[in-house]
């Protein structure tokens, strides 16, 4: 499946695919937060990243802005005080935001982890 690189989109027309791919969470606007449990990355709409499809129905996917990242929207949480303070225990503050082409994947995959059995454990107390 090939990707064209992604478009120039308004903004009223990113909001409007974000909400329409992302089934998991609402958006209300651009500036809407989320926590990627695969990079362990606070990132916003205005850094996700929209790619057509260059065969096939036409249809779009989101991605995760951080570079070497493969999340799609079921890996974006919310980012509750829980989980940004321990994001923060485990990576230093300026690494704690995601920037395109950033990634260092080693110690990121075991707060990952960490994070995903700790979302678990909050969803199992619901």
């Not at 991605?63 to 230093?92: G, H, Q």
């Not at 503050?93 to 995903?116: C, F, I, M």
Request: hydrophobic fraction near 35%; aromatic fraction near 6%.
């Amino acid at each position: 499946m090939s990707f064209s690189p992604q478009s120039t989109w308004s903004d009223a027309e990113k909001l409007d695919v974000l909400r329409r791919l992302d089934q998991f969470r609402e958006w209300r606007s651009l500036n809407d937060k989320r926590f990627c449990l695969v990079c362990s990355k606070i990132i916003n709409g205005w850094q996700i990243e929209i790619a057509d499809r260059t065969r096939g129905n036409g249809a779009s996917r989101l991605s995760c802005p951080t570079e070497r990242c493969n999340s799609i929207p079921m890996d974006w949480v919310l980012p509750t005080d829980e989980l940004v303070a321990l994001a923060k225990t485990a990576i230093p503050e300026d690494h704690n935001t995601a920037s395109p082409k950033v990634a260092d994947r080693g110690e990121e995959q075991s707060l990952a982890s960490r994070l995903r059995k700790f979302t678990l454990h909050l969803n199992l107390a619901s």
